[in-house]
């Protein structure tokens, strides 16, 4: 790799990796089809060489999905050879374990945790390897690599194990489990370098297209049955691209002329946005996402 | 390009968070949208504009505290460098924070308020920074725009700051006038202290040449796992933690001692004839001796210490209990797990004033130097020569939560150590251990170098009374002297002179390791020849210092008349004469007797001497 820090980077991701896979009894992990969990698949297999992927995939599916995403994560699953398992917040709700969120702005994003949570127990994971960056949110920069989770599944700031040098304490009771994060000291940016120099192909939402799109709050939001006007919006067709891909209901896209990788990164190198800025969900609050940490949230 | 990792430290009014604010913001490394959020949190409270401080500001409950409760990393870039910042709290209470921080760090910035000077605050994070091996570091005395830009204040601060640092480990340090509120030579050099001339913080953030923390000579690569994607293959996962690797070396695996060849090796999914430090690989072997997790791979040639008993310097970071004798915890070292039982508490550093104090056990965010019994051998290396194989975690074995962090250093193994191919002493009975704890200091080597006539026999003449008469364990070691007896077969040409500090060196090792302070006076002009006598030693165990006279002023001296003599063609080889003195490129301390009385040199000296017998001990350093 031609970038020194993109290569220490990949070398403290894999050690990460491989300290989860060796230090636990079942891992997975969390694939939501966004790049950095993308990247972090492709981490996985270059880990374990011709093994493959050794433990499954999870994606913890809203039913909110860009069509695209679900084609992707099919796709790439394949090429991988990894094994993927879905679970459903539809049929949480279905079950009546929650309720759907039927506000007039309806987000199941927060909903996904408590999916996740059962998801967790059902499969018996005891650490499930995630691709959140420190970088992200101010609540992430304060997560360690092997980031502590109490029976309940929750994240206490307050009491998360002191992490130094490169020693991962992966020790838990039962029913405690870890999130792991390999990609906690890389940025968005170094993520599309990486992405690059190693050919990953990664999603065509990620790159400027023609779109519907509602302004609300200041967001791009696309046209989706589940996104409905409110009062005096209107949709408009504009070139845009999207930052991070989650639930479609609070992920905001950004007008954008960058039809490939490297017009991406030239424009992100230029950008005077944050990459959550175009997510509602953290936007609900100064504390949204600690918040939903909290309860068990990726 | 290049990556920095530093970080930030400060007391609770000092202006950190602002600091950190301002050098994102001027270095625009901040976003629009995280400016109109700031802006907005203001507006909600009937304020303008924005405080720079709550870009930092991470947590709901260090909102409503006002106070930072963990580690926060950040990252940045300029057109040079990208950087990592572990930005940890001043809080008292959160000492852990500071170390976890800085044992990743290569560098540390650490703030002072200028109205306040230099607290017992700041001297605690100098402190821990060098504990855990930063000796990078800079200080930024905030806050000059409310002492008016006095020079005289900053000027006061840095002295006072120096003065500190000379009892540490400290290889770099800057000082840096700085206002995070106005900007002042955080990114934008300021125009209200046309008296600095130093660099602004990130000016010297980005061209500072930071060494590699990693140890790029002694190989070890311990074992995460054994990978065997198919039948053919065999291969070893593990990240090099030190030196490099390349296919055909013969390596030993550890504890097992057998050997193999290097096969092959695979980095980031290629196959690579060599490996470095930092890199994770994989390692096929060319016969199958079985390896696994906890194992470690060295050099025949360059092992480890192999030990069960450890010495170790640990910060206690459990709240629930305190750290006693007897107890017993499991031990992270490596890719090893292993179980350990407390023999002794030695002592608790004050982190405050640096001294030793008797205590039976440690509490939350205490530093203490401990005596460790584990279960199976440890594989080791000093932490001040190698991080990764010098620092462990402590686990507690029912909640199997982290309660402390340890940097190990060299025990002079007893006759019962298994083995331990460094081992200074045969096994003969006293260990340099034991002799320390009678005569209840280290050993040290003072090697006082400089021209025939500049002092420093007279020196160390009254040095050594001196130390002798506080029940301080000295021998003086003179070149004249010695050339009466064991070098009377020597002569002053060049082999010889090399032959003579040779021996001379070899003496003052072995009375070194018998725990004497040991004086040397030595002309001893060549660079080289005075820096294989250091090679010997641990940094910190070897003090060089430089007595200085001019030539002109020694041969008007002349003590033995040996210039005299020289000057009339009688004798050859005189240093200073038609014999080279190389001036010493980094004395630890000189000593100018041209120009100061003998009673300021020698009581400079002295109190020299005391610091470093005394700072040694505090720096986790040997």
């Given amino acids: 790799m031609a970038e020194e820090h993109l290569s220490q980077l990949e070398d403290e991701a894999i050690f990460v990796i491989r300290e989860a896979y060796t230090q636990t009894e079942r891992l997975g992990l969390l694939f939501s089809g966004g790049k950095d969990s993308i990247v972090l698949s492709w981490l996985v297999r270059k880990a374990f060489l011709r093994g ?34 879905v679970r459903k917040v539809q049929e949480s709700i279905d079950s009546g374990r929650i309720a759907d ?31 959140a960056r420190r970088d992200e949110e101010k609540a992430r920069a304060k997560e360690r690599f092997f980031s502590f989770r109490n029976r309940s599944g929750q994240w206490d700031p307050k009491n998360q194990r002191p992490e130094l040098w490169n020693l991962f304490n992966g020790l838990k009771r039962p029913g405690e489990h870890f999130r792991v994060f390999p990609l906690s000291n890389w940025t968005e940016l170094d993520v599309w370098n990486y992405a690059l120099a190693e050919e990953i192909s990664l999603p065509s939402l990620y790159f400027a297209h023609e779109r519907d799109v509602v302004t609300r709050e200041g967001m791009l939001l696309a046209r989706s049955p589940f996104v409905t006007l409110g009062q005096g919006g209107s949709f408009e067709r504009k070139t845009v691209r999207f930052r991070t891909i989650g639930d479609i209901t609070c992920t905001g896209a950004v007008e954008s002329q960058a039809r490939d990788s490297r017009a991406v990164i030239a424009e992100l190198t230029h950008t005077s946005t944050t990459e959550r800025g175009t997510r509602a969900d953290d936007r609900k609050s100064e504390a949204a996402m600690e918040d939903r940490k909290r309860e068990g949230y990726f | 390009m290049e990556l920095l990792r530093f970080i930030t430290a400060g007391s609770v009014d000092d202006g950190k968070s602002t600091f950190i604010g301002r050098l994102l913001y001027d270095s625009s490394n901040l976003y629009e949208d995280t400016i109109a959020s700031l802006v907005s949190y203001n507006q909600r409270r009937g304020q303008t504009g924005f405080d720079l401080a709550l870009v930092t500001d991470g947590l709901k409950s260090e909102r409503e505290q006002g106070i930072t409760i963990d580690v926060a990393y950040r990252y940045f870039a300029t057109a040079h460098r990208k950087f990592i910042i572990a930005d940890t709290p001043g809080h008292e209470q959160y000492t852990r924070n500071m170390v976890t921080g800085a044992s990743t760090a290569d560098l540390a910035v650490l703030l002072i308020d200028a109205t306040q000077g230099l607290l017992v605050q700041t001297r605690r994070h100098l402190f821990l920074a060098t504990l855990l091996g930063i000796s990078h570091v800079v200080i930024a005395v905030n806050k000059m725009d409310l002492v008016r830009w006095s020079s005289e204040v900053f000027q006061r601060i840095a002295d006072e700051c120096r003065e500190f640092c000379q009892k540490l480990t400290v290889h770099e340090l800057v000082i840096v006038p700085v206002s995070a509120l106005d900007g002042d030579n955080i990114v934008v050099r300021s125009s209200h202290c046309p008296w600095y001339t130093g660099p602004t913080i990130l000016g010297h953030l980005e061209t500072v040449h930071v060494a590699s923390k990693r140890n790029q000579i002694d190989f070890r690569l311990p074992i995460q796992l054994a990978l065997r994607p198919d039948a053919e293959f065999r291969g070893y996962a593990g990240r090099i933690c030190s030196g490099h690797l390349r296919v055909g070396d013969e390596v030993l695996a550890l504890p097992s001692r057998r050997r193999s060849i290097v096969s092959g090796l695979t980095h980031s999914g290629r196959k690579v004839a060599e490996a470095l430090h930092g890199q994770s690989v994989v390692v096929a072997l060319e016969n199958d001796i079985d390896l696994g997790r906890g194992d470690m791979l060295v050099r025949p040639g360059n092992q480890p210490m192999v030990a069960k008993t450890l010495d170790a310097v640990v910060c206690w970071m459990d709240e629930r209990r305190n750290l006693t004798k007897g107890a017993s915890y499991l031990l992270l070292h490596t890719t090893r797990k292993t179980k350990v039982s407390i023999e002794r508490i030695r002592h608790r550093i004050s982190v405050d004033s640096l001294h030793r104090e008797d205590v039976r056990s440690l509490q939350l965010n205490e530093i203490g130097r401990i005596t460790l019994q584990t279960a199976e051998p440890i594989f080791y290396d000093e932490y001040r020569v190698n991080r990764e194989t010098g620092s462990f975690l402590l686990v507690d074995e029912l909640t199997l939560a982290t309660v402390a962090v340890g940097m190990l250093r060299f025990l002079a193994p007893s006759s019962s150590e298994e083995h331990s191919p460094n081992t200074l002493w045969d096994g003969s009975g006293v260990s340099l251990e034991e002799r320390i704890e009678r005569n209840g200091h280290r050993p040290l080597v003072v090697w006082m170098t400089g021209l025939s006539g ?6 160390a003449g009254m040095l050594e009374r001196l130390l002798h008469q506080s029940g301080i ?30 021996r001379a060196g070899h003496v003052a090792k072995f009375l070194f390791e018998t725990g004497h302070i040991v004086l040397c006076s030595f002309i001893s002009p060549l660079e080289a020849e005075r820096n294989e006598a250091k090679e010997q030693y641990l940094e910190g165990d070897f003090v060089e210092v430089y007595v200085r006279a001019s030539l002109a002023v020694c041969e008007i001296r002349d003590p033995k ?31 100018d007797t041209e120009n100061e009385p003998v009673r300021s040199s020698i009581e400079r000296l002295h109190d020299y001497v005391l610091q470093r017998l005394y700072s040694a001990e505090v720096q986790g350093n040997g």
């Fill in chain 2, 454 to 459: 500049s002092g420093k026999s007279t020196l």
């Fill in chain 1, 52 to 85: 493959g992927i050794p433990f499954p995939l999870l994606h913890i599916d809203t039913g909110h999905n860009f069509t695209e995403t679900l084609a992707f994560r099919d796709q790439w699953c394949e090429k991988l050879t990894a094994t993927l398992l």
């Fill in chain 2, 561 to 591: 008349g040996l210039y005299r003599k020289a000057r009339l063609g009688l004798i050859k080889h005189m240093t200073g004469i038609d014999s080279l003195y190389e001036v010493p490129l980094t004395p630890d301390l000189v000593v």
């Fill in chain 1, 101 to 131: 969120d039927t506000s007039t702005n309806p987000s199941r994003n927060a909903l996904q945790s408590v999916t996740l949570l059962d998801a967790i127990g059902e499969l018996k994971f005891d650490a499930l390897l995630g691709g």
């Fill in chain 2, 473 to 502: 364990s000295v021998v003086r070691l003179d070149g004249d002297n010695l050339r009466h007896g064991l070098n009377g077969d020597l002569g002053f040409t060049d082999a010889d002179r090399r032959e003579n500090l040779r």
